[in-house]
């Protein structure tokens, strides 16, 4: 096993101890990893912390000898959202969805079925004050990227 999939083991052992918390994504610079991971709820910088530290602490008692640097972090607020399961804990929230066709559309994530997710947006990108929003419902394999807009309203 190489430093990698040694390291994924020993994530994917941890997290499996954690109901609620998955690995999104693994980025790959020559010796260095990163390590992104995410919840069902959300995240503090606490929680981050603790995994660091328990991964750094496996792979240490695993490979002693390996020359490898690791980082654990969470997706940034700005960063798309590459799971389904990432999906829920945003729900109400605005989204700026690109789908695979190259087609965009803003608006809000009203529900999810299975793989369906259906957001509430306008056609227009001004809305008259009569005009009622539209619901579509788009399949998650359709989404090519989909952001939270933030609002600091």
Not at 62 to 83: F, H, I, N, T
């Amino acid at each position: 096993m190489n430093v990698r999939q040694t390291l994924e083991f020993i994530t994917a052992d941890i997290l499996s101890q954690h109901d609620g918390i998955f690995l999104v994504e693994v980025t790959q610079q020559q010796e260095h990893y990163e390590f992104v991971l995410d919840g069902d709820k959300a995240m503090g910088i606490y929680d981050i912390s603790y995994f660091a530290k328990e991964i750094n602490r496996a792979a240490d008692e695993r490979m002693p000898e390996a020359q490898y640097s690791l980082d654990v972090a969470s997706p940034g607020a700005d960063s798309p959202l590459k799971l389904l399961r990432q999906y829920p804990k945003h729900l109400g929230r605005e989204f700026q969805v690109t789908l695979m066709d190259g087609n965009t559309l803003k608006g809000k994530l009203n529900n999810i079925d299975g793989e369906k997710l259906t957001f509430e947006y306008y056609k227009s990108i001004k809305p008259k004050k009569n005009e009622a929003p539209e619901n579509v419902t788009i399949e998650f394999n359709q989404i090519k990227q989909a952001n939270i807009i933030l609002s600091f309203k």
